[in-house]
């Protein structure tokens, strides 16, 4: 083409169209790559989530041919990368379900004792669809004054009643608000009088499918079907209606029954070979961490998360040696990590996976007090060239999470984004008119003086001296 043809086609209304959709060679050059951005002069300092915008591009897709799959560690992968933290104000079971559901993955915090973070381990592991796997339970000494007050508080009344009072005890009956919405007298009776007993009860056993508990309450014009085992305990509860529950004790979840008839498939949730949601959880470097480790791991966790503000360290490295000799089935997220140096030696030891940043929590102040870390652009971007698998934590902005996975993370651990939802461990409480929820740090005195409390190593009189 000659030069006068070719300034002429240039000139056309469609000259534009053409050259953004590669009609012609020439681009004209338009922003920095990452590379030239991180490595700038100029901001070898780091870069932070606050110093860059992603350039838009041409689109020639819809929303839904996205394919958002991406490697937690080097054998696990989720449909959606987003990833709850180990924050005992943000995942416990109920979140991680949620997040499982979802194509994400839930990580359990150890600020708990190791036989508690084991059982939600089992919890999620166990959890069926529109199955309530934690429901209220009463035991034969309640009165019916207790379950009105289950009522009044929680919003609604269908009380299983089992010989110890808890999931897992053998099922005695079942106390409906029928059964109790007319008594004036005797209000202080045990609600084994009112009850409707096991031998009158329509149940469902373990094996049987949601449809198929479904049909059953249907048949029998039942509004709950409590599922037992063999040994006739009870080991969920299906509820036709909705309902909300709060739980008083500290470690009991936020409670949300489900809808049967309009409870609804989840594609993209994340699950094992077995069917069964995916679920993470947290320890620490101590010696007690290690029969930690063996607990969850016997409870059937699918990741172990190292939680350590600095994971360059010999206690680490001597604990991924250990659960790669011991459990070695069991996959390993380290860190946390923001140079390649530190990635490398985890690497070494074994991990299959990096958690990246060092003072880049919403509510984290290691940066501030210590001035360790490094800026969350550039740990996320100089670990990615040095590892395969890498979870960055991200804080205050959904726009993060996106620059996050732009500069190579594979996955994103999210805080305070999920933090005071419905999800979250915790009671709402009102300020100022507003319904909130606590959400500290695990760096915060009262969370530091909590874990002390299941690690005798961790200097727990200085810790209370202080």
Known sequence: MDPKSQRRRHRSVDAGSELITGAHGYVPEDGLTAQQLVNNPYSLGGLTYNDFLILPGFIDFIPEDVDSRSPLTKKISLNAPLVSSPMDTVTESRMAIAMALMGGIGILHHNCPPEFQANEVRTVKKYKQGFIMDPIVCGPTATIQDIREIKAERGFGGIPITDTGKIGGKLLGIVTSRDIDYLDENLNHPVTEVMTPADKLITGTQEMSLDDCNQVMQDARKGKLPIVSSEFELVA??????????????????????????????????????????????????????????????????????????????????????IKQKLPEVQVIAGNVVTAAQAKNLIDAGAD?????????????????????????????????????????????WSFVYETLALGASAVMMGSLLAGTSEAPGEYFFQDGVRLKKYRGMGSLKSVVSIALFHTSFFTSQVWKF
């Open 237 to 322: 509860l299906i509820s036709r209606s909705v309902a909300k529950s709060f739980a008083l004790g500290t470690h009991k979840p936020f409670l949300q029954l489900l809808d049967v008839k309009k409870s609804r498939d989840f594609p993209l949730a994340s699950k094992d070979k077995y069917d069964q949601l995916l679920v993470g959880a947290a320890i620490g470097t101590h010696m007690g961490d290690r029969d930690r480790a063996i607990q969850l791991h016997e409870a059937g966790v699918d990741v172990i998360v190292i939680d350590s503000s600095q994971g360059n360290s010999t206690f680490q490295i001597e604990m991924i040696q250990f």
């Open 353 to 397: 996976g990096l958690r990246i940043g060092m003072g880049s929590g919403s509510i984290c102040i290691t940066q501030e007090v210590m001035a360790v870390g490094r800026a969350q652009g550039t740990a996320v971007y100089k670990v990615f060239f040095s590892s395969v698998i890498c979870l960055k934590t991200v804080k205050r902005f």
